[in-house]
């Protein structure tokens, strides 16, 4: 085991914490918006991980799912997001 | 072992920790604007050095042009989503008062209400 | 986006005194979001032969007819130093409140502070503004909240902001982007504009310290 695969493991570890740790927020809440914040977290995350995937096997399979969850991440959460906004103006 | 492959064994580890700890701070910051303070920026700078170690692995430049398009959307979206996300944040009433020092937002909206006759919009 | 004019706000006056555009002008205007659109496609594509190049432009152009997308007058000039200079500004400000804030998140997360800060803007340009608040928002610590466009002000959460020379900071580093932004994108006009803002703001300042 070289340097490049303790760097690899070091690197899924706080990865994998981190979405934990993003998973325990988007449970606990208390409001939408965290819970937004936290999807959008979430998307991040995971396009890093496929990133690192990427990297790791040298093969670029695997690459445009890295746009692609990047962007359906950022339309997702912009959408919700407005609509929340929506939601509040017709309560007033 | 390469220069590349100690790029990457720094970089990778690296952007991971940012990533770490900006999700530590999603989970402990007690208020939401400090949530998506430490949940969509440091992510970014996460992504971009992670981005960058994988480009140090990939065979072809063409391969790497795909990273980059993939930081350049990165950078494009992030604004565009923390200022949503704190625009309806802040239209939704979500903010604590007791965490701000100063609020000269809600101190003009006052001021407008004021001097229109309560026709000013703002938060409800 | 914020960064709409206001129901009563009255547009720049450069943009009335434009002739109006003839065909050629109009595509050559959109011409560039084609070419970006064509790059974008040989990229997801892998490969630039003639014929990959050749169906890009054919679908950005069929996109652009589809979706009439008025054309944004765009007037900027670039300045590859000041550019520079903005994106090391950028990238510094970004790793440095990055670090700030993960501070913050591992000791006495409780404690942290913010501001709502307003900071009257000195640039009129409707893209400007955007870039502005694109940039600031970028930087952690520190998120446009709302724009008041008639007035040219910008209000900026920022944290961990604790104390009124925090503040003060604050300010300052949303005026330094500004400052950057118009010097490196700015046209000469807006250039212009600024200095003369700037010195209004200033004189303005000293009488009401």
Not at chain 1, 47 to 74: C, H, K, Q
Not at chain 2, 22 to 32: A, D, E, K, M, N
Not at chain 3, 46 to 66: N, R
Not at chain 3, 129 to 136: H, R, T
Request: glycine share 10%; hydrophobic share 50%; net charge positive.
């Amino acid at each position: 085991m070289n340097v490049l695969d303790y760097a690899y493991t070091a690197t899924f570890a706080l990865l994998g914490a981190a979405v934990l740790l993003t998973l325990y927020r988007l449970v606990r809440g208390p409001s939408v918006m965290d819970r937004l914040v936290c999807l959008n977290a979430t998307s991040v995350l995971l396009v890093s991980f496929i990133a690192v995937e990427v990297g790791l096997r040298g093969d670029p399979a695997y690459i445009g799912l890295v746009i692609t969850f990047a962007l359906l991440g950022f339309v997702g959460t912009l959408t919700a997001a407005r609509f929340a906004e929506r939601r509040a103006h017709d309560r007033g | 072992m390469t220069a590349a492959d100690i790029a990457t064994a720094v970089l990778l580890p690296l952007g991971a920790a940012f990533a770490f700890v900006g999700t530590v701070g999603l989970v402990r910051f007690p208020t939401l604007l400090g949530r998506v303070h430490a949940a969509t920026k440091p992510d970014t700078v996460a992504l971009v050095l992670i981005l960058a170690g994988t480009a140090f692995q990939l065979p072809d430049i063409r391969v790497a042009a795909w990273l980059g398009l993939a930081a350049l959307f990165q950078f494009l979206t992030v604004p565009v989503l923390a200022q949503t996300l704190g625009r309806v944040a802040y239209s939704r009433g979500e903010i604590s008062a007791e965490h701000l020092i100063a609020d000269e937002l809600a101190d003009a909206v006052e001021r407008s209400r004021q001097g229109r006759g309560d026709g000013g919009r703002g938060p409800e | 986006m914020t960064a709409r004019p206001g129901p009563g706000g009255a547009s720049p006056p450069r943009t009335a005194t434009d002739p109006v555009r003839t065909v050629p002008q109009r595509v050559l205007g959109r011409m560039a979001m084609g070419v970006w659109l064509t790059v974008m496609w040989a990229i997801l594509w892998g490969d630039a032969s003639p014929g990959t190049l050749l169906a890009g432009a054919a679908v950005a152009g069929g996109c652009y007819a589809a979706a009439r997308l008025p054309h944004l007058p765009v007037r900027l000039r670039f300045r590859p130093v000041h550019a520079l200079l903005l994106c090391a500004h950028i990238a510094v400000e970004m790793v440095g409140s990055s670090l700030r804030v993960a501070f913050h998140a591992l000791w006495r997360p409780g404690r942290m502070r913010g501001a709502i800060v307003s900071v009257p803007l000195r640039t009129d340009s409707d893209l400007l503004l955007a870039m502005v608040i694109g940039g600031l928002s970028l930087i952690t610590g520190s998120l446009v909240i709302e724009l008041n466009r008639e007035e040219g002000v910008i209000y900026v959460h920022g944290t961990p902001v604790a104390s009124e020379r925090a503040v003060r900071q604050l300010r300052r580093q949303v005026r330094r982007t500004e400052e950057l932004f118009v010097r490196a994108f700015g046209t000469l006009r807006d250039i212009e504009e600024f200095e003369q803002e700037e010195r209004q703001l200033r004189a303005s300042e000293e009488e009401t310290p």
